[in-house]
């Protein structure tokens, strides 16, 4: 059978049976006497060790048929589950993640799996752990691997490794071995650099080039590299030079987490999506008796195919037209009052609003694919450092284009594991402060207005303001002076700033700092952004906000002298009509009483420097615009209609344009700015 044509959808349904079993795993840590949740654990690793088999991954299949034998006794209630036995299915599961990835990025998914091999054994033969120590290869979790490369490499390599790798390169980091009685090491050194120069292109080196010619390093070296030859090719080529006893080669993935989090990526890591027809029915999951039917099944079964999302783009541009000039003819439509006319042109509304929906929704990827993965994360963090952690997730179903998707996943591990490893503090430094031992870190997302907001919020020892401004103005982020001004708020954002805590890895001020301008740097190139609340004891809240990038929205259309604005409906609270001595004063601003709420008026007339429309007018127009929790009343001249329009950008000659996030061209040729109720409100 030829099994390259079944590769991505064994790659996608592993990539799934892992999922499952990291959830499960998870459950069942909370709940060790459920056996229903091992057998669901066990019917995942018994389909994919049938499918491994098939495919000819002999490694992968031999680590989960190993660990399906453990299952097998714990689900027939012959050995109790334990912390000590979940860890080593854990690091199973890991390790099965490594190969599959490896598969997916064109290796042979080979793996010295021998040592977690032997553990599970032990467990099998009834032989106590206590005394072992998984060996660190085996239980390194996946969050240090994919920081390990984020902190590492500087944003010049970061870049060169990710252009690289869309242009077909694969990229490594080669951990070189030399003989203990090796004489000549800088000349070994030599060698291997002379044949990896030859095969691709070296990205950095640790130690540094210069300490590896003067031999001021162990035996050990690490090269990062990109080649478009496998790792198997480099690895044999390496090994020819004499004296050199092992050569350990790892996939850079800088990737990672998005991909792990991310269950619809493709193994090829070409940017696509999947469609998925409604009317389709999954392949029920079912024991067969070979798995070659197994996945012939999946493959032949599926209802799904995969577009270039470059395809996506394209056919969303013609639809952007169309919508223009739908909104033309509704336009002519009502100025010539023709019945025939009015109805083609309802009809045509009708079905290409059902149409824009459907190209909308491809695009559209619930959050969830980036959060399900960090609950496994986080267990091994707080487990490494003996804290107690509960964490909460919110709003996992808030969906995001998949643009947005695949970008978040590093910034958001940078933020959990500085609000685990530094925020929230030792259980025996919360009894004393008086807080229960489990710190509390909350992982949330929701729709405000045409933005999501994704938030990481713990209840740990918050920002020390004192502190952070003693390293900023050390540092030459801001003079004493500047810094005698600044609020709370401003001074938390200071952490984002690039070198606040650039020249040590952990910084002293409340753990916070370390890696966060690339948090910040990484979200406003996505068009978002990043706001800081704390209190000092009491927790910490970071807010990222991002856009939907729908380019197509609804809006409220409303006139200031003459000129034509619009307002995204996400937005907007209602519409209201006052009295102009219904407005009051408060703190030497104008306000109204909006449901018992003070909510503060903004003249946009005044925002966008035009005449004062209202003075000479018993009432005036206002639009209630909604940002989270807090609120404002714009002040407009009169009110349109609701619109579809679609959002066209001002470009890059007027990004900075305030309170305009966009334009577009209306049914009658005219221009109207998108108003920005965000900026206006913060």
Known sequence: MEMNQYLEVFIEESKEHLQACNEKLLELEKNPSDISIVNDIFRS?????????????????????????????????KLSVNADILDVVFASVDDLEEMVFSIAEGGDGKKDVSKVVELLKKIEKGEDLTSESAPEAVVTNELNQSSRVIEDYDDFEYTVINQSKEQGFHAYELTITLREDCLLKAARVFMVFEILENSGEVIKSIPSVDLLEEEKFDSKFTVA??????????????????????????????????????????????????????????????EVKTASKQVAAAATSSKTIRVNIERLDILMNLFEELVIDRGRLESISKELNNNELDETVERMSRISGDLQNIILNMRMVPVETVFNRFPRMIRQLAKDLNKKINLEIVGAETELDRTVIDEIGDPLVHLLRNAIDHGVEMPDVRMKNGKPEEGNVVLRAYHSGNHVFIEIEDDGAGISRERVLNKAIDRGIVTPQVASTLTDKQVYELILASGFSTADKISDISGRGVGLDVVKSTIESLGGTVDIDAQEGKGSLFSIQLPLTLSIISVMLVELQNEKYAIPLSSIIETAVIKKEEILHAHNQKVIDFRGKIVPLVFLSEVFEMADTVKNED??????????????????DSFIGQQEIVLKSLGNYLNSVFAISGATILGDGQVALIVDCNSLIK
């Open 45 to 77: 690793a018994h389909t994919l060790k049938g499918m491994s088999a098939t495919m000819g991954y002999e490694d992968l299949a031999s680590l989960t048929h190993q660990m399906e034998n453990v299952l097998d006794l714990i689900r027939n209630e």
């Open 225 to 286: 590299f990109v080649t478009k030859e496998s790792s198997d090719d480099i690895k044999n080529k390496v090994m020819k030079v004499s004296e050199i006893e092992d050569v350990q080669v790892h996939i850079i993935d800088t990737s990672r987490n998005n991909q792990t989090q991310n269950q619809s990526q493709s193994s090829t890591q070409e940017n696509e999506v999947i469609l998925n027809d409604t009317n389709s029915t999954k392949v029920q999951e079912q």
């Open 619 to 636: 009432f005036v127009s206002l639009i209630i615009v909604r940002k989270g929790e807090k609120m404002a009343a714009l002040v407009v």
